[in-house]
């Protein structure tokens, strides 16, 4: 057994890791990881963490690489936002504890999950400690890739790659690691495009599935312009609700536990208003973890409907590779028989739009008619 | 002289020993609750009240609020959250619908919606409990009716303009449209009509919007460009106007492809007010599918330009409410 069991995929990446666990010469203090999406980047930080701290250099058996692994270890913290962004407070708390010598390690270590999502201000609060770093703290950064990090940052950080993993490996892992049978791992790594948590998602979850066959089939649906409508209403409809179904007792339970804390009587029609507005704190929070929520829903859900339009420019151009879809082989064929290669192109250009437009913050429901405008079948 | 029955003390404040309140909407199910409360009031001034909530309810708390006080007087119990009732807390409702009921003891239970607590509704039910319904205000049809309906209540005479300006003015939010109608009541005197409702709200965004969205959508290309710049001057932020754009570019089409069918059906499929149904059937004479498709696209580019995307978010929303009116010709040259 190894730490590395689980970070898949990256060989290269994880001999550089495991080189500067070795070799005091190859260690730095801040690394850098990108890759996309589901590439298993806070997987890899967390193995890296778990290695430096294991007496053995990583066996993936003791107590320090276990709780290194599940982020219990006293001498990691890791830092992930369910928001938009990581706000400067955050980030400030951060850099305090960075400060601080480890407590029973050879290393403190501080993973930041989304540093793509550091508002200017904690990015600036964090590159101080880059500066002037602590001895044996090491900081890890992840984000989609080095453009999504600020440069300053950026040039004080070693850069770790990670690929996309194979469809075999996120099969193979599925298998091993969470007992799906090999066919439904083949399947949901597919169609997950090897996005490990989506693709354990899709074998885990039916509902997962069938919303992601709802989106595949919407590709054949589309002809008239009040058909289009309707399915950008549809999507939003479908990520809200996954969105709600995530939420909404968990909101419930943390509001109680949070009045439960505060000594507030849970029964009472108006709260004091210092309870008041730590209420509305938590709710202003949870407000904001539901939109990323739905957010990530939708974009995922548009890069489900993206790959259909790529499997069907597959097929035509007869390149013969794998499709993505090959469960929805029917809608693939049938859309690569009414578009022209242009076609499918411009029909992949309007998603990506869309998406590009809901990250700049349009109303999402008008994005996605927009988009469903631009993907209607010739009659 | 024979103890007064249960029926005739109900009789004295007109509310029986048994009321629930049933439906998701807030604003309605408190309103049903504080008529209950102020009737009992009238016959009872003393009146004890207490409230119990589903989410911290004990075992044996109804049990020991329902008993008859030592010093006698009535007594209204509330229970909130029933559709939410752990099954302690339905056993407990079930055992104090009695028959006969307590004296002087009124239940009142309030029930959101779902199947949690249905015993409980159907024993209320059994028991000949007054059902209040709270429900849901969600489309512009609702929203609609509501407002007549309270603008009815307090007797006064609204015309159907005023309700619909009203509710395109303030009716994202049920609470706010229930407190500009009480407004309206308090603060004018005769027939309430569309312009008594401009002068309260017509400052709003939403009903510049519309203004701008109405003569835009009637290829009036000066009327449309005057009202956007008077908004754009007195400081109304371009977002919420292109938001208003589309959603009415939106409901053309949605009515435009629901065919031919009577505007109540078609507003009940589209989650839309009948007169909102008319109003898009007429607008519609001058627009097809493909022109509004072509609106809809600009209003999205629009959206991403007036949110940062575009160095000038005026230009931008002046340049497509040019884009709508221009396809506006475009379909009466075709
Ligand atoms: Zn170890």
Redesign the pocket.
């Known amino acids: 057994m190894s730490?590395w069991r689980d970070v898949i995929g990256q060989e290269k990446a994880v001999a550089t890791l495991e080189r500067a666990v070795r070799d005091p010469a190859s260690m730095t203090h801040a690394w850098l990881f990108t890759g996309p999406p589901g590439s298993g980047r806070s997987v890899a930080a967390r193995a890296f963490a778990?290695?430096l701290?294991?007496?053995?250099?990583?066996?993936?058996?003791?107590?320090?690489?276990?709780t290194a692994l599940d982020a219990t270890h006293a001498d990691v913290d890791v830092i992930a936002t369910e928001g938009l962004s990581i706000k400067v407070e955050q980030a400030r708390d951060l850099v305090a504890l960075a400060a601080h010598r480890p407590s029973v390690g050879r290393y403190r270590v501080l993973i930041v999950e989304d540093a793509d999502r550091l508002t200017e201000r904690a990015a600036d609060a964090l590159l101080k400690a880059l500066e002037e770093p602590t001895p044996r703290t090491v900081w890890m950064l992840c984000a989609p890739s080095v453009e999504d990090v600020i440069i300053t940052i950026r040039s004080r950080s070693r850069h770790v790659r990670l690929r996309t993993p194979s469809v075999e490996a996120v099969a193979d892992l599925l298998v091993r690691r969470d007992g799906v049978d090999h066919p439904m791992a083949l399947y949901a790594a597919r169609a997950a495009q090897s996005h490990v948590g989506m693709a354990r998602r899709l074998a885990r979850d039916e509902h997962a599935r069938i919303r992601r066959h709802d989106v595949v089939a919407m590709a054949t649906k589309i002809v008239t312009v009040g058909e289009a409508v309707d399915a950008a209403a549809d999507l939003v409809t479908i990520a809200q609700e996954e969105s709600a179904a995530a939420s909404g007792e968990r909101d419930a339970a943390e509001k109680a536990r949070l009045l439960e804390i505060l000594g507030a009587d849970p029964s009472a029609r108006t709260q004091p208003p210092h309870i008041r507005s730590q209420v509305s704190a938590l709710e202003k929070d949870q407000k904001a973890r539901a939109t990323r929520f739905t957010r990530d829903v939708l974009d995922r859900s548009l890069v489900d409907l993206l790959s259909v339009y790529r499997d069907a420019l597959v097929l035509r151009t007869g390149a013969g590779s794998a499709l993505v879809n090959e469960d929805s082989r029917q809608v693939v064929t049938r859309v690569a028989e009414v578009l022209t290669a242009e076609q499918l192109l411009l029909a992949m250009d309007a998603v990506g739009t869309a998406r590009e437009r809901i990250d700049a913050n349009v109303a999402p429901l008008l994005a996605l008619e927009a988009m469903a405008l631009g993907l209607r079948l010739p009659r | 002289m024979a103890p007064m029955t249960e029926d005739l003390v109900a009789v004295a404040h007109g509310v029986p020993p048994y009321v629930l309140v049933s439906g998701p909407e807030s604003v309605l199910a408190e309103r049903g609750l504080a008529e209950v409360l102020d009737r009992l009031r009238v016959a009872e001034p003393g009146l004890e009240v207490i409230r119990l909530y589903a989410g911290t309810y004990e075992g044996g708390e109804l049990v020991l609020h329902t008993s008859p006080s030592l010093f006698g007087g009535a007594k209204c119990v509330v229970v909130h959250d029933v559709d939410e009732a752990s099954d302690e807390l339905q056993a407990d409702l079930l055992a104090c619908i009695t028959d006969p009921p307590e004296p002087d003891l009124t239940l009142v239970v309030l029930h959101k919606s779902g199947q949690r607590g249905k015993r409980v509704l159907d024993a209320l039910r059994g028991a000949r409990a007054r059902v209040v319904d709270a429900p849901a205000i969600k489309t512009d049809r609702d929203k609609t009716d509501f407002a007549a309906h309270e603008f009815r209540r307090a007797r006064r005479k609204a015309t159907p303009e005023a309700v619909h300006a009203l509710v395109e003015a303030v009716g994202k939010d049920v609470r706010e449209l229930a407190a500009a109608c009480q407004q309206l009541v308090d603060d004018t005197t005769g027939v309430i009509d569309e312009n008594t409702v401009l002068t309260y709200h017509g400052g709003k965004v939403e009903a510049t919007g519309f203004r701008v969205a109405d003569a835009a959508l009637s290829g009036d290309t000066a009327e449309a460009l005057r009202l956007l710049r008077h908004a754009i001057g007195v400081g109304v932020d371009p977002v919420p106007i292109v938001a208003v754009l589309a959603q009415q570019v939106r409901q053309l089409i949605r009515v435009g492809s629901a065919g031919r069918g009577r505007s109540a059906d078609i507003a009940r499929d589209v989650g839309m007010a009948p007169w909102q149904v008319d109003r898009a059937r007429r607008a519609l004479a001058g627009w097809n599918g493909e022109t509004l498709a072509v609106c809809l696209q600009a209003l999205a580019a629009a959206d991403a330009e007036v949110k940062g995307g575009g160095r000038d978010p005026v230009y931008a929303v002046e340049r497509v409410v040019l884009t709508i009116t221009r396809q506006h010709a475009r379909h009466r040259e075709g």
Do not use: N
């Open positions: 730490v778990a290695a701290l294991c007496p053995q250099g990583g066996c993936g058996e003791c107590r320090e690489c276990r």
